[in-house]
Nanobody
Framework: DVQLQASGGGLVQAGGSLRLSCVAS????????IGWFRQAPGKEREGVSC????????DYANSVRGRATISGDSAKNTVYLQMNGLKPDDTAVYYC???????????????????YGQGTQVTVSS
């Protein structure tokens, strides 16, 4: 069975940091791109970042660029999202998703995501 398990969320003050983890299983990790998404109450889902596991390409939404770093550990089938300088606007449920990587595309995050995991709540207080 395919599983994507996100963890690492919590309550943090503005300016603080969190590291989110996404542990994947049930599919060939190296062939997939892992994306992080977030959704706040009353708002549309937003793509935050992604990592193409096979070639290491990554991309970020403008809203987190410069404050977020995505990385992966293929030995653990895990992708991390380090977020610094957190703002109240970052408050949302964060979840990870997986889709087959498209190595011919210049935009690694723009793929069809086949699998979605449950989320982890991030709350940033002002």
């Amino acid at each position: 069975d395919v599983q994507l398990q996100a963890s690492g969320g919590g309550l943090v003050q503005a300016g603080g940091s969190l590291r989110l983890s996404c542990v994947a299983s049930g599919f060939p990790f190296e062939d997939y791109t892992i994306g992080w998404f977030r959704q706040a109450p009353g708002k549309e889902r937003e793509g935050v970042s992604c990592l193409s596991s096979g070639d290491g390409r990554a991309d970020y939404a403008n809203s987190v660029r410069g404050r977020a770093t995505i990385s992966g550990d293929s030995a653990k089938n895990t992708v991390y999202l380090q977020m610094n300088g957190l703002k109240p606007d970052d408050t949302a449920v964060y979840y990870c998703a997986a889709g087959i990587s498209n190595y011919r595309s210049n935009y690694p995050c723009q793929i069809a995501y086949d699998y979605y995991g449950q989320g982890t709540q991030v709350t940033v207080s002002s």
